[in-house]
Nanobody
């Protein structure tokens, strides 16, 4: 079955950096678009960044210039480099896999990111 396992969350001070990783199994990783989403308490889950099989990327306006999504198809892993973190980035971050432009069909368990002011 499909498994997406996130790692790299934690507590960081404002202005700091974290790198999230999500390793996938059970899918042909190179054929899937991968996304990072986040959900803060009391808020809806939102798309943070997405990368297509060909490497095209798009970002939420709130993270443009600070976050970078990348993928390593040889390792079946997608990354999210987060720099200049702000307290409003605090959320549970989820990895998701999608076939083509479809909505995600699989989700990771989430990893907590907490940014202190």
């Amino acid at each position: 079955q499909v498994q997406l396992v996130e790692s790299g969350g934690g507590l960081v001070q404002a202005g700091g950096s974290l790198r999230l990783a999500c390793r996938a199994s059970g899918i042909i990783f190179a054929f899937h678009a991968m996304g990072w989403y986040r959900q803060a308490p009391g808020e809806q889950r939102e798309l943070v960044a997405r990368i297509t099989p060909g490497g095209n990327t798009n970002y939420a306006d709130s993270v443009k210039g600070r976050f970078t999504i990348s993928r390593d198809n040889a390792k079946n892993t997608v990354y999210l480099q987060m720099n200049t973190l702000k307290p409003e980035d605090t959320a549970v971050y989820y990895c998701a896999a999608a076939a083509g432009n479809a909505t995600p069909h699989s989700w990771g368990q989430g990893t907590q990111v907490t940014v202190s002011s």
